[in-house]
């Protein structure tokens, strides 16, 4: 089924439709008699499973998807009811969910998320009626502004941005109303008695929300590859079961009494974290595992697993591109992988005749292998996701995941014993709630010092990856079709090691790992140039508000080399990013100097100040940049190739020609030059720039061999 939906996701209902007339047809040959596949399982297993994915593939897009995205691209008059909780965003900006009652004046029942200021989200409630006047509506899109799918995991299929919303009146309050409030009371408390990123990483483990974490923890976290510790998981549930399990052992409750219990507390889990869907989902998989003795069945954690990602999946076939879920089951899968583990390995220990030594030896190899088989199975999502493969990870799930499940199971019973209105268990709860600072700074301070050392990650090409996987995935499936399983098995691990050695071993080298990225950003011109592990980050004249600050080094072996703000840039948020990066050479100009001492940044010791600078990426790259009153360029010579980035009003772009000669790629970013240049191969025109007009665009068209802009294309990278 996963492999199913995998499909759909790529080629969409072209691919649905045919699958499921083809498994269907496999099906009927199957029962019929003369053919004699009775004995064969796994073929109507298959036909079954391709059968339902199909099914509810295409149910879930006729009934949600499509009819939704026909409001896509208008402004519209939206009353719905909110359903859940605002979320800040930054600091102007709010979100929250809305499950329309009408669009216009069409009866029409959706979710889409709003986005509007904190300052009107503040005055919201949930289950609050609204009206949005010339909301306009939109569907998140992805780097190729095409219909970006992974919204659709959560059930949201459309997007909208509303100035002003009006509350018309509060809804009936439901059961889920109450969850959400009781969720809501339970952040409010932990922010009193810790700090916002004690409090963040609290909630982030609790409920997986991260909104109070800052950009360095969640980067520490990161790139020390315990990520999944952040995205509540199988692992989380099966922790808190593990501990209910081992003190209801202690009173000598019988196994279906136990397993009542946790599944007791799961469901008021579940209630506490208002059904977050990451809760919800790691919580069915655990459900599913508790609830085998009651069916007289052996509990196979294996078979529960895909029975759980089974019912996921025909309820929402999209929810395989969520992160949470791909972390939940994989971290699941690596649980019950540690408890064979843990098997072979504690067999020697049996014959041991000390019981306490035997009890301490099965802890501590549960512990280890939990930790470092959880870390290990939900290390290749991180490293898909994130681009980098955190060389770390294994040894910092051995040191961080006990820690902080401790710290979550100590802040979850300091937040109950908090709400006791007691006054002599006051000194009480604010003990508890400072072993929970000490443990959450504990986990903070690893994650800090995994993620510190030079090489804790490094850059991978994820294509590589995703193709390594594709093959193991086919061999699990096709391996009995096979007669020489052990020839093509040493194949298959040939391939896949060829795979990875590639993904790895590329990006570390600049001939193969250098990329030109011009940034999909407003008001200005943002690009990158990595070569390697160098980085070199431009920015001529973007709002600060719109510059790109997420993609300054992905992994900590990368080194910022230069740092260029030009004298249109603002400067405002730069100051965290070089103390974040330590860029070796910030170059400036003198007026964006004078912005940094009017906002009091300092500016690094190793900043130059200068109009005009000549800089040497290695023996292949060359840099220089050019910074006049009225104009802003520089320009790159990568290996044979020219570049020429600018942005400002020059008229007469022929004679900037005539003097470095006519480059390869050309990046613009201002007015319409009077004299149009030479033809050059590629033109990129950057985002908000007065050149996209239909009449400008058919004249630049007429000097270029391929014509992009970031408006159409989004982020534009071109490889070198």
């Known amino acids: ?66 009819p939704a995205l026909d409001y896509a691209g208008y402004e519209s008059h939206i009353t719905g009811k909110v359903i859940d909780v605002p979320t800040a965003i930054n600091d102007t900006t709010s979100s929250l969910t809305v499950k329309t009652h009408r669009i216009d004046e069409n009866r029409f029942t959706t979710k889409i998320t709003v986005y509007t200021s904190r300052e009107v989200a503040e005055s919201i409630e949930p289950f609050d009626f609204i009206s949005l006047e010339d909301a306009f509506i939109t569907v998140a899109l992805n780097e190729n502004n095409d219909v970006s799918i992974n919204t659709f995991s959560d059930n949201t299929v459309l997007e909208a941005d509303a100035q002003s919303v009006d509350i018309l009146y509060s809804c009936e309050k439901t059961p889920y109303y109450y969850c959400l409030k009781l969720r809501q009371i339970l952040c ?50 099966s922790l808190w079961c593990g501990v209910i399990i081992a003190l209801l052992k202690l009173l000598r409750i019988k196994e279906k009494a136990r397993n009542i219990i946790c599944i007791l507390f799961l469901g008021g889990f579940c209630i506490i974290s208002a059904f977050t869907p990451s809760v919800l989902r790691a919580s069915l998989m655990t459900l599913v595992m508790l609830s085998a003795p009651f069916f007289s069945r052996r509990q196979d954690s294996l078979n529960s697993l895909g029975l759980a990602v089974a019912v996921l999946l025909l309820n929402n076939p999209y929810i395989i591109l969520s992160l949470s879920f791909q972390l939940s089951a994989s971290a699941t899968l690596g649980v019950i992988f540690s408890q064979h583990a843990v098997r072979k390995i504690t067999f020697p220990i049996k ?125 699990f499936v096709f391996r009995r079709l096979f007669k020489k399983k052990k020839t093509v098995t040493k194949a298959v691990a040939v391939l896949c090691s060829a795979c990875a050695v590639t993904s790895f071993v590329l990006p570390l080298t600049p001939k193969y790992g250098t990329e030109l990225t011009v940034y999909d950003v407003g008001n200005g011109l943002n690009f990158s ?54 860029p070796e050479t910030t170059v400036t100009t003198d007026y964006v100097k004078s912005a940094f001492l009017r906002n009091d940044i300092a500016l690094p010791e190793n900043t130059i100040i200068t109009d005009e600078i000549n800089y040497q990426l290695n023996n292949k790259i060359n840099i220089q940049t050019f910074n006049t ?83 159409e294309k989004g982020d534009i990278s071109w490889h070198f």
């Open 188 to 237: 409010e408390q932990t922010d009193k008695y810790l700090l916002e990123n004690e409090s963040g990483l609290l909630l982030g483990m609790l409920f997986g929300d991260k909104a109070q974490l800052d950009y360095e923890t969640t980067a520490n976290f990161r790139n020390a590859g315990i990520s999944h510790l952040l995205a509540v998981s199988g692992l989380h549930t």
């Open 529 to 582: 140039l990595r070569s390697g592990l160098d980085l070199c980050y431009f920015n001529c004249g973007a709002d600060e508000t719109d510059a790109d600050t997420s993609d300054f080094c992905v992994a900590t072996s990368q080194t910022l080399n230069l740092l260029y703000i030009s004298r249109y840039g603002k400067c405002n948020t730069y100051s965290e990013d070089m103390l974040m990066h330590s």
């Open 351 to 475: 014959e041991s005749k000390s019981n306490v030594f035997k009890r301490f030896a099965n802890y501590l190899c549960e512990s280890v292998a939990v930790s470092f088989f959880a870390g290990l199975f939900t290390l290749p999502f991180s490293t898909i996701y994130f681009g980098v493969f955190s060389l770390v990870a294994p040894f910092a799930n051995l040191v961080c995941v006990k820690p902080a499940f401790w710290s979550m199971l100590s802040g979850f019973f300091s937040t109950i014993f908090s709400f006791i209105p007691l006054q002599s268990l006051k000194p009480v709860v604010i003990f508890l709630f400072d072993i929970t600072a000490f443990l959450l700074n504990g986990v903070m301070a690893l994650a800090k010092l995994c993620s510190g050392f030079k090489f804790s990650t490094i850059p991978v090409y994820k294509e590589s990856l995703i193709l390594s996987a594709i093959i193991i995935s086919l061999f």
């Open 1 to 66: 089924m996963l492999l199913s939906c995998a499909v759909f996701m790529i080629y969409g209902t072209n691919a649905a439709i045919p699958l499921l007339v083809l498994s269907a047809s496999v099906f009927v040959l199957y029962l019929i008699k003369p053919l004699g596949l009775r004995k064969k399982l796994v073929i109507p297993t298959i036909c079954i499973s391709i059968l339902l994915s199909s099914l509810s593939f295409i149910c879930y897009n006729e009934a949600k998807v499509k």
């Open 629 to 711: 009153y009225r104009n802003n360029y520089v320009i790159m010579n990568v290996y044979s190739e020219k570049i020429l980035a600018f942005s400002g009003s020059e008229k007469k772009l022929s004679e900037l020609f005539d003097s470095i000669g006519t480059p390869d790629i050309l990046i613009l970013y201002g007015d319409l030059p009077e004299e149009l240049p030479k033809k050059v191969s590629t033109l990129i025109i950057s985002k908000d720039s007065t050149l996209i007009t239909d009449t400008n665009a058919k004249k630049l068209k007429q000097f270029c061999d391929e014509y992009l802009t970031t408006c």
